[in-house]
C-alpha cells in the first residue's frame, strides 16, 4: 500500500472515530453522570450511618463504583481528544518552564514510584506552542516513563536546542518495548494491551498533539534497557 493509500485511511479512520466520539461522549456520558451522581449520594447517606463492618464494605464497594465510572468518562474524554482536539492557541511558550512545572505537579506520584528523576533543563529559547498542549504531552510521557520503571529506576529527562527546533527527551531504565509495542505505540485501533503500555489514549493523545503543533515524536528503545521518547518542537522564530 502506497503512503498516500495509508494517510488516506488513517484520515478515513479518525473522520469515523470523530463521529463515534461525539455520538458516545453525549450517549454514553448522561447515563455516567446519572450513575455517578447516585452514587455519591448513597455514599452521603452511608456516611450518616452509624459505622459497622456493613456500611464500611458498602462504602467500599460505592466507591469503586465512582472510581470506574471516572475511569469510563476519562476514557471517552481521551477518544473525543484524539479524534478532535482542540486548535491550538499558539503563542511563545518556555519548554523547560513547562517542564518543571508538570515536574512539580506529578512530584508525590513520582515518590510513590520511587525512582529517581534527573532533569537538564537549561534554558533554551521558547517554542511557539499551545502552553497547556504541551503541559499534556509532558504529563503523558513522564506518567508513561514511572508506569514502565521499577522501584529504585531512573527517568531523565531533557531540553535541548537543536536549531530550529527544541527537543524534549524522557528517557527511562524499565522493561523497554516488544516490536508490536513499537509498530502500534500511536495506533488508536491496535487493541493489543501491551501497546502503549497499558495507558489508553496517552501516547495517541501525545502524538496528535505535537503532530497540530508542526511537530514530530518518536519512542524507541534506549540502548541497554529501557524506553527513549524524544519530541521535536518548533521555535518560536519560526
Not at 157 to 172: F, K, W
Request: glycine residues 10%; neutral net charge; charged residues 25%.
Amino acid at each position: 500500500m502506497s503512503r498516500d493509500s495509508d494517510d488516506a485511511l488513517t484520515q478515513a479512520k479518525l473522520v469515523a472515530l470523530a463521529e463515534f466520539a461525539a455520538g458516545a461522549g453525549h450517549e454514553i456520558n448522561n447515563p455516567l453522570a446519572t450513575i455517578l451522581g447516585r452514587t455519591e449520594l448513597l455514599l452521603r447517606r452511608v456516611a450518616r450511618v452509624t459505622p459497622t463492618g456493613e456500611t464500611a464494605e458498602a462504602a467500599r464497594d460505592l466507591h469503586i463504583i465512582a472510581g470506574q465510572v471516572q475511569r469510563i468518562r476519562d476514557m471517552i474524554g481521551d477518544m473525543m481528544l484524539f479524534a478532535r482536539p482542540p486548535a491550538p492557541k499558539f503563542e511563545p511558550v518556555d519548554l523547560a518552564g513547562v517542564v518543571r512545572e508538570t515536574v512539580s505537579s506529578l512530584q508525590s506520584e513520582i515518590s510513590r514510584h520511587e525512582v529517581t528523576l534527573d532533569a537538564d533543563l537549561p534554558t533554551a529559547g521558547p517554542i511557539r506552542a499551545d502552553r497547556t498542549q504541551v503541559a499534556i504531552v509532558v504529563s503523558e510521557l513522564l506518567r508513561n516513563a514511572l508506569q514502565a520503571t521499577p522501584a529504585g529506576g531512573r527517568i531523565r529527562i531533557q531540553v535541548t536546542s537543536g536549531a530550529p527546533d527544541l527537543r524534549l527527551v524522557i528517557e527511562d531504565n524499565g522493561a523497554g518495548l516488544s516490536e508490536a509495542d513499537r509498530q502500534h505505540l500511536f495506533d488508536p485501533f491496535y487493541s493489543g494491551r501491551q501497546a502503549g503500555r497499558g495507558l489508553g489514549f496517552g501516547l495517541c493523545k501525545c502524538w496528535r498533539i505535537v503532530k497540530e503543533h508542526g511537530g514530530s515524536i518518536s519512542v524507541s528503545p534506549r540502548d541497554g534497557a529501557g524506553v527513549r521518547a524524544a519530541v521535536e518542537w518548533p521555535a518560536a522564530s519560526q
